[in-house]
């Protein structure tokens, strides 16, 4: 990967130092780093630092005579494979959503053709304001790329969300993004995604909490590293993402028939949150209320979608992947669920957070034949973002 360079703009943040150990990381795994330091960044880390580890010229000023008399901005931002902005402070992002260009990073910013890769870093409350939660979502819609922020302890001494992501965590993001190509161009991957729904009379059905949010996400960024994606969505409010190929259905039958139809496949995702039970006996005319009382509703087992997709056989994907939504003893129950279900790796989460089910964050186990990986709490798509990277290494 020695031919790929990426242009690292470093924001005004205490978290800049970790732009030294990701410069260093980047150089190590054979990437050219051009660093951009804004004025804001230059308060906590030093040009000479930067240029020392990068090898590279340090660019800061938008105005600089030597080299905008070549437009510098222009041939910074088309000159990298990747734009990484380490860290994305609330202001960088406030003015990429919006597009402004007053300053060399901005600029940089609006005048790239190239994919932008995001490690947000602010204070918890800066990060939960409804303005950074607009400016996420637009920066979101227009493509760009996010990793972070973790959850922790801060430099203001407040803990939550807003710790930058670690530099190996960047760097994983970063080499995902520089593959050669699409990594999963011509691979197939089904995903389904969102709540079932088990009618119990025309009217009145048994379903769930399911948003769609997390499966959609997922086929999104499959998508977007170059994979043919059908989704296998039961109802949702959410629009289908360009990039993909939905098939809408409601029961867990239906969503298992439309689950085969649509293999052979390469990877199979089951996001989606299948009802375990459905009414036995479904009325053909709304039930109404009577003197006898509510009627007595017999329950039946629906299929088992993840455990028919990973059993062994010639049209078994490569690879599946499982979704456990927990209330309790998280990690001991997905470990149990993965043996006994026979995928290849479990995706866990503890519903019980707030603004996890129905919301727009998730806080996750990948239980693994290796073991347990604990990834902190991220928006969605990045948590999306980030198993895609990992399933496109294991192919």
Same mark, same amino acid.
Request: proline letters at 6%; charged letters at 20%; hydrophobic letters at 45%.
């Given at each position: 990967?020695?031919?790929?360079?990426?242009?690292?703009?470093?924001?005004?943040?205490?978290?800049?130092?970790?732009?030294?150990?990701?410069?260093?990381?980047?150089?190590?795994?054979?990437?050219?780093?051009?660093?951009?330091?804004?004025?804001?960044?230059?308060?906590?880390?030093?040009?000479? &630092?930067?240029?020392?580890?990068?090898?590279?010229?340090?660019?800061?000023?938008?105005?600089?005579?030597?080299?905008?008399?070549?437009?510098?901005?222009?041939?910074?931002?088309?000159?990298?494979?990747?734009?990484?902005?380490?860290?994305?402070?609330?202001?960088?992002?406030?003015?990429?959503?919006?597009?402004?260009?007053?300053?060399?990073?901005?600029?940089?910013?609006?005048?790239?053709?190239?994919?932008?890769?995001?490690?947000?870093?602010?204070?918890?409350?800066?990060?939960?304001?409804?303005?950074?939660?607009?400016?996420?979502?637009?920066?979101?819609?227009?493509?760009?790329?996010?990793?972070?922020?973790?959850?922790?302890?801060?430099?203001?001494?407040?803990?939550?969300?807003?710790?930058?992501?670690?530099?190996?965590?960047?760097?994983?993001?970063?080499?995902?993004?520089?593959?050669?190509?699409?990594?999963?161009?011509?691979?197939?991957?089904?995903?389904?995604?969102?709540?079932?729904?088990?009618?119990?009379?025309?009217?009145?059905?048994?379903?769930?909490?399911? &948003?769609?949010?997390?499966?959609?996400?997922?086929?999104?960024?499959?998508?977007?590293?170059?994979?043919?994606?059908?989704?296998? &969505?039961?109802?949702?409010?959410?629009?289908?993402?360009?990039?993909?190929?939905?098939?809408?259905?409601?029961?867990?039958?239906?969503?298992?028939?439309?689950?085969?139809?649509?293999?052979?496949?390469?990877?199979?995702?089951?996001?989606?949150?299948?009802?375990?039970?459905?009414?036995?006996?479904?009325?053909?005319?709304?039930?109404?209320?009577?003197?006898?009382?509510?009627?007595?509703?017999?329950?039946?087992?629906?299929?088992?979608?993840?455990?028919?997709?990973?059993?062994?056989?010639?049209?078994?994907?490569?690879?599946?992947?499982?979704?456990?939504?927990?209330?309790?003893?998280?990690?001991?129950?997905?470990?149990?669920?993965?043996?006994?279900?026979?995928?290849?790796?479990?995706?866990?989460?503890?519903?019980?957070?707030?603004?996890?089910?129905?919301?727009?964050?998730?806080?996750?186990?990948?239980?693994?034949?290796?073991?347990?990986?604990?990834?902190?709490?991220?928006?969605? &798509?990045?948590?999306?973002?980030?198993?895609?990277?990992?399933?496109?290494?294991?192919?």
């Amino acid at each position: 990967m020695a031919e790929k360079r990426v242009l690292l703009i470093v924001g005004g943040g205490v978290a800049a130092y970790k732009a030294l150990e990701l410069t260093r990381l980047l150089r190590k795994a054979g990437v050219a780093v051009r660093p951009l330091l804004t004025k804001a960044g230059a308060a906590f880390v030093t040009p000479l &630092s930067l240029a020392s580890l990068a090898e590279d010229k340090v660019y800061q000023d938008l105005f600089s005579l030597t080299d905008e008399a070549e437009m510098g901005h222009i041939q910074l931002s088309r000159s990298a494979d990747l734009v990484v902005v380490v860290p994305a402070t609330a202001d960088l992002m406030a003015k990429a959503a919006a597009g402004l260009a007053n300053d060399l990073a901005s600029t940089t910013l609006l005048a790239t053709d190239k994919p932008v890769l995001m490690a947000p870093a602010m204070n918890v409350r800066m990060w939960q304001h409804a303005a950074t939660r607009r400016n996420l979502a637009t920066l979101q819609a227009d493509g760009v790329h996010f990793v972070g922020p973790d959850e922790g302890a801060m430099a203001c001494g407040e803990y939550g969300p807003g710790r930058m992501a670690e530099p190996p965590a960047i760097l994983e993001a970063i080499l995902g993004l520089l593959q050669t190509g699409a990594p999963l161009a011509g691979k197939h991957v089904l995903v389904n995604a969102g709540p079932t729904l088990e009618a119990l009379d025309p009217v009145r059905f048994i379903s769930n909490r399911s &948003s769609g949010q997390q499966g959609y996400a997922i086929a999104t960024a499959l998508a977007r590293l170059g994979a043919r994606v059908t989704l296998v &969505s039961g109802p949702t409010g959410l629009a289908a993402p360009a990039e993909v190929t939905r098939v809408d259905v409601e029961s867990a039958r239906e969503m298992l028939a439309a689950c085969k139809a649509a293999l052979p496949a390469d990877v199979a995702v089951c996001v989606a949150a299948v009802a375990d039970w459905r009414p036995d006996e479904v009325y053909g005319l709304k039930l109404k209320k009577g003197r006898e009382g509510p009627p007595a509703i017999t329950l039946v087992e629906n299929p088992d979608i993840l455990a028919e997709l990973s059993a062994s056989g010639p049209g078994r994907p490569k690879l599946v992947v499982g979704f456990a939504a927990e209330t309790n003893d998280v990690e001991a129950h997905a470990v149990a669920k993965r043996q006994r279900k026979g995928c290849d790796w479990i995706v866990a989460n503890d519903v019980t957070e707030p603004g996890v089910m129905g919301g727009g964050e998730n806080a996750v186990l990948l239980i693994t034949a290796a073991g347990t990986e604990r990834w902190e709490r991220a928006p969605k &798509s990045e948590v999306a973002q980030r198993l895609a990277l990992r399933i496109a290494q294991s192919l």
